[in-house]
């Protein structure tokens, strides 16, 4: 994008821009763990609270059931989670290989952060990341 765009003042197009260069950002991070940025974080909010329900990592990450389910199940083959059912709801919770992996997703992520915090400013990224939140917030609200 080296060029500016004619659509450089559309939201959608300038969200889905960053979104595209950030994602390739994260997945030259976290390869180094053998996981995608999706899957490193839902490892990541399980490992904070183990036994969560499938329901609250979805409300968490602000993803759809389905997608967390999916993420779930391929961690839970690759013996870094397990799910356990409890009444009408799935509990999920980290195993020891996830444990003995959470410092390098970690520091994936602190290696993330500093690399788009280097190219932005700190204090320009901090305030993005917070502007997006807050916009993503509304959206979930309106829908």
Known sequence: MATESRYCNCLFFSAN??????????EEEFA?????????????????????????ISRE?????STVTRLVEKLEQRKLLERESVGRSTRVTPTAAAAELLPAVKAAWRRLHAR????????????LTTATYEAAKKFEQSS
């Open 17 to 26: 821009a960053v979104a595209r260069l950030l994602t390739s950002m994260a």
């Open 32 to 56: 180094v763990t053998g996981l995608s940025p999706s899957h490193a974080f839902v490892l990541m909010t399980v490992c904070h609270k183990p036994g969560l329900p499938a329901g609250e």
């Open 61 to 65: 990450m602000q993803l759809t059931p």
């Open 116 to 127: 788009y915090t280097a190219l932005l400013g700190p204090e320009a990224a901090a305030q």
